[in-house]
């Protein structure tokens, strides 16, 4: 039961990572072999280190402004940073056809994707969204760890954003990720519910502020993170 509420993101990227730094060819592209060499830091060229809004504002170009989200931006990286996750930008060639952002977390680092952030909105749902599955991990019981787990229980995340996110993922044959979605998805939806997320984590509060659902609990007493 408890591998049904955590578990190990990407694993099943490995076996298309590269074991040295490449230049990825065109037929690369686009694909799990580009997006696991991206995460894994192997693919370094064009992926750079988002501080502040002004980073991505320089990295997008054509005088893109972010400046409405600017302070709520700095804030999830400031506390990204203090948690022990980094975040980066990367052209669209790096990511799966669609995909917005990725946390990885065997690396903690996340990952946006320059051309499908460069709105506004799209890029703090994004960071957002990202830096709750960064929460989630931290709810897992440490950060290092390969595992994530739900933070909330089913009934408090509303039903609308449920919805969505069954529908989404069923169509794409995600039935199993569906229990974490759905509460990052509120959480790229909401303002400053992610921000708190990770102020609980930073300060090592996490499990006193948001308790553990039975089963996680039960995996955080089993691997020694709590005491019953």
């Not at 957002?128 to 599955?133: D, F, I, V, Y």
């Not at 019981?141 to 919805?163: S, V």
């Amino acid at each position: 039961m408890i591998k049904k509420l955590l578990v190990a993101l990407f694993l099943a990227s490995s076996s298309v990572l590269p074991s040295h730094a490449v230049e990825l060819e065109t037929d690369q592209l686009f694909t799990p072999h580009a997006m696991g060499c991206m995460m894994m830091r192997e693919c370094t060229k064009n992926v750079e280190e988002v501080k502040n809004i002004k980073d991505v504002e320089s990295y997008q170009g054509r005088g893109i402004d972010h400046s409405l989200i600017a302070v709520e931006f700095n804030s999830l990286v400031k506390v990204l940073n203090n948690v022990g996750v980094n975040v980066y930008i990367a052209p669209m060639d790096y990511f799966l056809i669609g995909t917005r952002g990725v946390y990885y977390t065997e690396g903690n680092n996340i990952f946006l994707n320059s051309e499908m952030v460069e709105r506004s909105s799209s890029l703090i749902t994004v960071m957002r969204h990202e830096g709750w599955h960064t929460a989630q991990d931290c709810m897992a019981g440490d950060i290092k760890n390969r595992f994530i787990a739900i933070i909330l229980d089913n009934e408090k995340i509303p039903k609308y954003f449920k919805n969505i996110t069954e529908s989404t993922y069923s169509m794409a044959g995600k039935d199993s990720s569906i229990s974490w979605e759905q509460e990052a998805y509120w959480a790229g939806h909401t303002v400053g519910m992610t921000q708190n997320a990770l102020e609980s984590c930073s300060t090592g509060a996490m499990w006193n502020e948001y308790p553990p659902t039975p089963l996680t609990k039960e995996f955080l007493i089993e691997k020694g993170y709590i005491k019953e």
